[in-house]
Every structure is written in C-alpha cells, then in structure tokens.
C-alpha cells in the first residue's frame, strides 16, 4: 500500500509559477507509475500529466502541454510538478495519484489505485 502526501500549493498570480511535490511511503515506489490530476470546483477529476518509473517517459494533458514538467526522483521517493505560466483555469484541488506502470501511461481515474489528499492551488487574474 502506497501514501501520498502533496504540498507546494497556494495562491498565484496569473503568469506565475508554482512545484508541487507528492512524497510516497510503503510499497515500492520505482514499480509505480505516478501521476497528477487536478479537480476543479463543481467539475470532474481530470488527467493532467503522469511518468513512468523509468523518469523517461511522459504523458501531458493538452490543456498543460508546453507548461507543465512532471518529474520524480526515485531515490527520494518524491514525483513533482513544475507549472508555469499558469492560468486562472488551472486553478483546483491538485492530486497525486500511484499506479501500477505499464507501457501505455494511463489518464483515467481507474488507472491509479492509490491517491493523496489534495493540495489546493489558486491562480489569481
């Protein structure tokens, strides 16, 4: 059993930049693949990006493509999320989420088994 544990959320003006980082415990964390999703108030989780254990190998959401970085250190057991120029759509409930790796990266919910609490992020206009 895996736990995730988010931070690095806040308030930002539009333009700005934010890391979030997601620290995991239990289990082995270079076997999952890691992924962010964010949910925004009244709206439906959506995929934002995802890695795969090997640090090489990436999936964005288009709506996040060009601004977004996701990475993780496997020796810390740490996955990140660098975002830039952010906008006031990005604003929402960010999750990170463990899932079993595999050669296609998953973008759906039932992908990732495993989930944390949320960090809230705010981008201001």
């Known amino acids: 059993q895996v736990q995730l544990v988010e931070s690095g959320g806040g308030l930002v003006q539009a333009g700005g930049s934010l890391r979030l980082s997601c620290a995991a415990s239990?289990?082995?964390?270079?076997?999952?693949?890691m992924g962010w999703f964010r949910q925004a108030s009244g709206k439906e989780r959506e995929f934002v990006a995802a890695?795969?254990?090997?640090?090489?190998?990436?999936r964005y959401a288009d709506s996040v493509k060009g601004r977004f970085t996701i990475s993780r250190d496997n020796s810390k057991n740490m996955v990140y999320l660098q975002m830039n120029s952010l906008k006031p759509e990005d604003t929402a409930v960010y999750y990170c989420?463990?899932?079993?790796?595999?050669?296609?990266?998953?973008?759906?919910?039932?992908?990732?088994?495993?989930w944390g609490q949320g960090t809230q992020v705010t981008v201001s206009s």
């Open positions: 890695i795969r254990w090997n640090t090489i190998i990436t």
């Open positions: 239990g289990g082995t964390f270079g076997s999952y693949a």
């Open positions: 989420a463990a899932g079993w790796d595999r050669a296609v990266l998953p973008i759906t919910r039932d992908g990732y088994p495993y």
